[in-house]
């Protein structure tokens, strides 16, 4: 019997049952998952009058914000389980140029899948310019035990 | 005639005058100034039950946001300055343990302050439990030129 | 006329007009540039027995080291000038499994080039395996002035 | 039967243990332990020539190495065990002012101890000056299980 792709990758969830557990579980908050994949996630945030400083820029906690929550979708991907309690360990981000726009992006990539910690880079940017990223960010989440 | 500490430390701006400063260009945040000298700076929040987690915990990002906010107003006690240009450059976060309580507070302590640059050391912790800290982080402000 | 790319692009060094530089300033590096253009850069380190720790594994430092040349050289790649002065101004590493072999390797990615600054993000591997990176990192160089 | 402070805090191993044990696993190494406590480790290194950059400039790796190697002292101080095993989970380091000096000197002081994990903070001087830090440092070390 040959073996197959799914022996060692788990299914990755869909983007909409990641969307239904924040809708449940975090009800204000305004981040969806726009892709999911087993080595990268996309997440998607329409900005609030709230969040932008003097000049309309985009604040840099919201840009934090919306790269650890590309990371933790990524988490589901890597590991193919909806798992709302994975937690962040640690975050590090440069912010690259000034963030203005309505629309605010982020995809965070695979760099590595473990027993413990999913470790991933995210790459934020506003309306459809992802070729001039804001902000870059890596990050370790560590999975519940 | 004698030189005095005048000469190379720039007098501190109040906390007065910070925190006036804040309400006037970020009318909707909830961040506060409660110490100021020329090598620390205190934060101060009182949480929203919106940036509670399952669980009532802080989220990440909050934490983030008063870490950052301690880290910029470092840059007014190091520079003598009320700088609301000053912009972060990048900061890296570690989280601890689960924050819960109803005030989020964070100390940032000097590093170095530089013609361009200021970087500090931060540790966030919840209501009076300073020696318990729920992150700890560091990062670099760039001063406007 | 027309205006072209050259108008805007500097000519990427060679990664001989690099590596010269290297020996003739840092005549006891291990490390050499093995390819650059405007937004990447790949830096090679023969491991020296030194550099292993108990069961063969390549100390972290060395792995930092590498990732810190690459994006040294990156930096001579995205302004378009050997610039031995440019200077880390933060870097930001993460382990992500052991790392056996005897060549390490490390790729930097350009994410901004700025007047002041370059930041990049790094993967480092050994031997063959680049889809099995033992370590990622970000950071940020600072250019004289 | 009082209880003591015994009962939740290990005694720590002494400076001239964990240096036998450098010695004895890492004969190449040029750090050694100068002081541990259960929530500090202070690291040495008499830097080399060949450690030095032109201007006799320290290396940022060699900082790096030994902002690294207090932090794994920190590791066997905060625990109350000798782990040669512990490793490097990710360590972010900022580049202060430039090193220069015949003894480098790296204090961890310890932000968390936990189950998995030991995170700490880092400032690197040299020679006598640790009131003009070179460097400031965060990371997490994790424990073997």
Redesign the interface.
């Known amino acids: 019997m040959p073996s197959t792709i799914d022996d060692v990758m788990p299914p990755v969830p869909t983007v909409d049952a990641v969307n239904e557990m924040i809708e449940h579980?975090?009800p204000?908050s305004n981040n969806t998952c726009e892709g999911l994949g087993s080595d990268f996630a996309i997440a998607m945030r329409e900005v609030a009058d709230?969040e932008l400083?003097?000049g309309a820029f985009i604040?840099?906690?919201s840009q934090?914000?919306l790269a650890?929550a590309a990371l933790w979708y990524l988490v589901f991907g890597a590991t193919g389980r909806i798992e709302?309690m994975a937690?962040?360990?640690?975050?590090?981000?440069?912010?690259?140029?000034p963030a203005q726009g309505r629309v605010l992006w982020a995809r965070a990539t695979l760099?590595?899948s473990?027993r413990?910690?999913v470790?991933g880079?995210v790459?934020v940017w506003c309306d459809d310019r992802e070729h001039k990223?804001t902000a870059?960010?890596?990050g370790?989440y560590v999975l519940p035990h």
Chains 1, 2, 3, 4 share one sequence.
């Open positions: 579980l975090f204000g709230s400083r003097p604040s840099g906690p934090f914000g650890d709302p937690l962040t360990s640690e975050l590090s981000i440069r912010f690259l140029r760099d590595v473990g413990r910690n470790v880079t790459r990223p870059t960010a890596q370790t």
